[in-house]
């Protein structure tokens, strides 16, 4: 474990916010890991959480974009409690598996439900970052316009190889002519690559909808060895 020290927070939605730290002795990470977060109250009781990492490798610092859920241990408090000059504890990076530089190539098809789109976010910024031109297709599922993270970043990094769509599931805004409903075969067919380009696909998000669109991926004939997948739920 770490000690961590909040140098930045960040209002990212009504429910969602981005906390970024510096960590002496980090020894850096790969975009798509996670750390797992350690909160220690005053009678010694701890309470422990994983959260998948926003940020591009870069030095000592980490950036974790956390939504509250309103009867949860952690989340409220690192929504609402933390202000730079503050600490708390982080272990990692951890995993190996659901994680892309640009050595790798592509090109990318990443698909987001809600929180999800944090690793994928940690894809797009490091892309960004060294200057790649990895094709990249992003789908971001929301459950309204008001609820994507990162809105402006993205709209800001689009072009040059990036392609950015959105589905909206609860409501969508005034004058909207693109996805509105859940990611099915028939928008995942439409917006991503044939199975021929051979993309590496990367899904994250609650745990039905990762299982619902890795399974359409398979059924579209896309290689299942290419499909890495990062699901969370209720703990």
């Known amino acids: 474990w770490r ?15 981005t906390l970024v730290f510096d960590v002496p002795g980090w020894p850096g990470h790969r975009a798509g890991q996670h750390v797992d977060v350690r909160l220690t109250a005053e009678d010694g009781y701890q309470a422990q959480r994983s959260y ?12 974790l974009t956390v939504v509250r859920v309103d009867d949860g ?3 409220p408090y690192l929504t609402g409690e933390l202000r730079p000059g503050d600490r708390i504890e ?32 940690a894809m797009v910024r490091l892309r960004a970052a060294v ?3 990895t094709e990249v297709r992003l789908l971001v599922s929301s459950r309204s316009w008001e ?9 800001r ?6 392609v950015v769509a959105h589905t909206f599931t609860a409501s969508r805004p005034a004058g909207w002519t693109g996805y509105a409903r859940r990611v099915d ?10 199975p021929a380009a051979r993309p590496r696909v990367f899904v994250c998000g609650p745990t039905p909808f990762v299982e619902a669109a890795a399974e359409a991926l398979v059924t579209l004939g896309h290689e299942p060895q290419r499909i890495r997948t990062e699901r969370f739920g209720p703990t």
Not at 3 to 17: F, I, K, M, Q, S
Not at 96 to 118: I, N, R
């Open 3 to 17: 000690v961590a020290d909040v140098v930045d927070v960040v209002a990212e939605t009504h429910r969602a916010t």
């Open 73 to 75: 241990e952690v989340s």
């Open 147 to 155: 609820d994507v993270l990162f809105r402006a970043e993205l709209e």
């Open 90 to 121: 982080l272990r990692g990076p951890v995993g190996g598996y659901f994680v892309w530089d640009p050595a790798l190539g592509g090109p990318l098809l990443l698909v987001a439900g809600g929180s999800g789109l944090a690793p994928l976010m």
């Open 157 to 162: 990094l689009a072009g040059d190889g990036l």
């Open 185 to 194: 075969v028939e928008m995942l067919a439409e917006f991503g690559y044939a």
């Open 131 to 133: 200057g790649s031109h």
């Open 52 to 63: 998948s990492i926003a940020s591009a490798p870069a030095g000592t610092r980490v950036a």
